[in-house]
């Protein structure tokens, strides 16, 4: 007798799923840490540091931008951002104001996180 064992299309189908499920929760962990870090960058008060320097994150004033930061699972991904009017010009400087990007920056800054949570 022989050792053996069958993979047949329901034990795929099973295991795509799995996987899938797994693969989604992933991209969503990474999607809320990313909130996260963008969170933490953008909370240093204008009250104590000032206006923050172009090129660099936004300083927060109101907290508006601070609070609409948010991870939303959609179409098989994760959209990690903002709704409020200012945050592209913020993100990628429009008439006359220069950019103070966070949302790339901390994508950028926390890839190896993503590459971590793949492997």
Partial sequence: MTAAFTI???????FKQRAQLELQRRIQDFGDILRD?????ISI?????GLSLPGFAPHMESGELHNSITSTPQNG??????D???????ERGLNGIAERP????SLNETMNILEMMVN
């Fill in 8 to 14: 047949n299309n329901s034990a795929v189908s099973a």
């Fill in 102 to 105: 966070y949302l790339v920056t």
């Fill in 37 to 41: 870090y963008i969170k933490e960058i």
């Fill in 84 to 90: 409020v009017p200012y945050a592209i010009t913020l």
């Fill in 45 to 49: 008060s204008v009250a104590s540091h």
């Fill in 77 to 82: 991904g994760v959209i990690v951002g903002s």
